[in-house]
């Protein structure tokens, strides 16, 4: 655990946090965790409920599991076995297993599989016969849950995503949280999630498919200039329109308070290396340091590049018993409301990530990739271009036509 927060309101001390006022919270940088720069959101203005529980604290995590693997995958793909079947769905994300139950898998499999979604962003399974409860264990597995236990049975929380019965257009007259919208789950939190894995219980005939887009592509196809200046900014995550909208809106009384938490708009993932554009709408509200004009103009341009970014997009059809495992430090999501008002409901498991951070000397994917395919050190964990593709005769484009 980090030491305990400074607490300012208007710049002087304080030991609790306002209910009409803005809250800054500051964790000091320790051993063990970044320095943590928190903004805790005044309540009255949001309306009479207060929330039981504060604003959670940054923690250490586990060590991702992923560092523990074979980047040759050689447990998850075994040699000879020709009932499990891998396809990558893009270039950039997504992959597809088949032959594989994730209820029984071995510990080797479950650190490949770890360092394989660190890489490819989300991998999918059809036809699962994992039940909730080892949906969970398999994350108590990987980590801390990023919610607390219930209070009744002591359990880890699964979370039941079902899905709104309207048309999204219609709820956004009186719903500011954009749901509809690509986000990363709880990127406000000190301790974003860095895996959730979301089993497909209930769906409409068609309909209700989801996307990812990769935050290590959208961050390679920016132009050099903008690569630099956006190296060097943080930027504000917050709960506040979420907060709003499921206590106004759905009628729920949330049990955390609204919060604003600044993370750098370039993270280095902390198993690939590589550099993010961690930026989601779902609950970016500013970039710090900028005057609003200038945050407003730059967050319209990156997300317009963010949502143009169909080299970067993998979409995928869920079928009853579908799986999809994702690590939120690499990519953002958004399902899709077309199937109103018909019934998608899943069940979702998530783990506590490690606090962001921005390593100036990481690199970005497509640089390290024609790193990698210069020195002939292609692995499994590479997508399909990389291990099948015939680069013969092109080892000077590589780095740009990669």
């Known amino acids: 655990m980090s030491p305990g927060p400074v607490l300012t309101v208007d710049g002087k001390p304080t030991d609790h946090l306002d209910d009409e ?112 409860q080892q949906q969970r264990d398999l994350f108590d597995y990987y980590g801390i849950p990023e919610t607390d236990p219930d209070p009744e049975s002591g359990k880890p929380v699964t979370t039941t995503i079902q899905e709104q019965e309207e048309d999204f257009r219609n709820t956004y007259v009186h719903f500011k949280w954009p749901f509809a919208d ?67 809106h759905w ?24 550099k993010v554009l961690n930026l989601n709408s779902g609950f970016v509200r500013r970039i710090d340091g900028l005057n609003r004009f200038e945050s407003d103009r730059l967050l319209d341009l990156l997300y317009t590049h963010i949502h143009t970014a169909q080299d970067q997009l993998v979409r995928f059809r869920w079928e009853k018993n579908s799986v999809a495992f994702w690590d939120n430090r690499a990519v953002t999501h958004r399902a899709t409301h077309d199937y109103a008002p018909l019934n998608r409901r899943g069940v979702r498991v998530t783990i506590k990530g490690q606090v962001p951070v921005h390593v100036p000397d990481s690199v970005s994917r497509k640089e390290a990739l024609a790193k990698v395919l210069k020195e002939g050190k292609v692995q499994a964990v590479h997508n399909a271009n990389l291990r099948e593709g015939d680069y013969r005769g092109r080892e000077a484009q590589i780095p740009v036509d990669l």
Not at 47 to 62: F, L, N, S, T
Not at 195 to 220: A, C, H, K, Q
Request: aromatic share 6%; glycine share 8%.
């Open 251 to 274: 009628g729920v009384k949330p049990g955390d308070r609204p919060v604003e938490t600044l993370h750098p708009v370039v993270t280095t993932h902390p198993v690939t290396g590589y």
């Open 21 to 132: 006022k803005p809250t800054v919270i500051d964790y000091p940088e320790t051993a063990d965790l970044p320095a943590v720069h928190q903004i805790a959101t005044p309540l009255k203005p949001l309306g009479d409920h207060v929330p039981a529980k504060g604003v959670r604290a940054p923690v250490v995590v586990p060590k991702d599991r992923g560092l523990a693997a074979d980047p040759n995958l050689p447990n998850l793909f075994p040699s000879g076995n020709s009932e499990i079947k891998r396809t990558d769905l893009t270039p950039s994300l997504g992959t597809l297993i088949s032959g594989l139950q994730l209820s029984k898998l071995t510990d080797k499999q479950k650190d490949e599989l770890a360092l394989l979604v660190a890489h490819r962003g989300v991998v999918f399974f059809r036809d699962q016969d994992i039940t909730t």
């Open 182 to 248: 690509f986000h990363a789950d709880s990127s406000f939190q000190a301790n974003p999630p860095s895996f959730s894995m979301l089993r497909v219980v209930e769906l409409p005939p068609t309909g209700g498919d989801t996307n990812w887009i990769s935050g290590y592509g959208t961050y390679e196809t920016l132009s050099k200039p903008l690569q630099q200046f956006v190296d060097g900014l943080k930027a504000w995550h917050s709960s506040e329109l979420l907060y709003d909208s499921v206590l106004n």
